[in-house]
């Protein structure tokens, strides 16, 4: 597993995804970029990319939001999905705790919503947002 800067190579990739996303679909491949926002990533394995992540800078409450695209399931199946989350997110928990208080995301997606409740201890604050606060040691 790697993470990898988005490039402009991968925008025909990201935005066939967002366009099957009912979710995203309208967005602009190019708000994935890295440069925008906090920071922007792809996550891949060897067989290609898993998603795409946006962190944005801290917002009035101190949280970084956290934003993902996944793929369409006939490019990344479920397990190589689940594989890099696992990986993935507490790499962006660590990073997010050194910028900010918590992270922050919003979905209707029960599966993401109760994988992040149970992995990774979100919470909901309502208005389909969930939260990670950070202790402060």
Known sequence: MKLEDTILEDTLVLQRWIDADLEHAG????WWMTG?????FKVTDS????????????????????????????????????????WCLPIVINFAREKSKGLVFTSTSETLINFMKIKFSFISTGNDNYVLDFEVV
């Open 36 to 40: 925008n926002g906090l920071l922007c």
């Open 27 to 30: 967005g602009y491949a190019i």
């Open 47 to 86: 067989k290609g990319p898993i998603c795409f992540v946006r962190l944005n800078k801290p917002d009035a409450n101190n949280r970084v939001a956290i934003h993902t695209q996944f793929a369409p399931r006939e490019d990344v199946s479920k397990i190589r999905l689940l594989k890099g989350m696992l």
